[in-house]
């Protein structure tokens, strides 16, 4: 051997396992966190693409509010058929309503 020679191999020592396994887990990590990140980037860009901000958004939600409110009202026997089938709704489950607040037991604050 040559003197060049031996002194690289005295001064390269081998790295010890742990830190060999520990940097293989830390590129692990971070390829894992990487794909996590563009995977939720991209499941979430359409939904935020339908939502608008600031202005845009207000506008919007007043366009609507306005058009909601200048619809005509329902005919009679269609508003009386709704109206019915909400009381009978209504008197169908109000015990359950009733025994979850409260109401109608003796002692009970009046609303």
């Known amino acids: ?11 390269e020592k081998p ?7 520990l940097g293989t887990f830390a590129a692990k990590v971070a390829i894992f966190l990487m794909l996590v990140y563009f995977a939720i980037g991209y499941v979430t860009a359409p939904i935020a693409a339908k939502f608008s901000g600031g202005r845009q958004f207000w506008n919007s ?12 009202d329902l005919p009679p ?4 058929r709704i109206i019915g089938a909400l009381e009978k709704i209504g008197d169908r489950y109000r015990p359950y309503i009733q025994a979850l607040t409260g109401e109608n037991r003796p002692g009970a604050p009046s609303r």
């Open 61 to 72: 939600v007043e366009e609507k509010l306005v058009k909601f409110a200048d619809q005509p």
């Open 77 to 80: 026997e269609k508003r009386a």
């Open 15 to 21: 790295l010890p396992p742990w830190l060999v396994a």
């Open 1 to 11: 051997m040559t003197d060049d020679q031996e002194m690289t191999d005295e001064h």
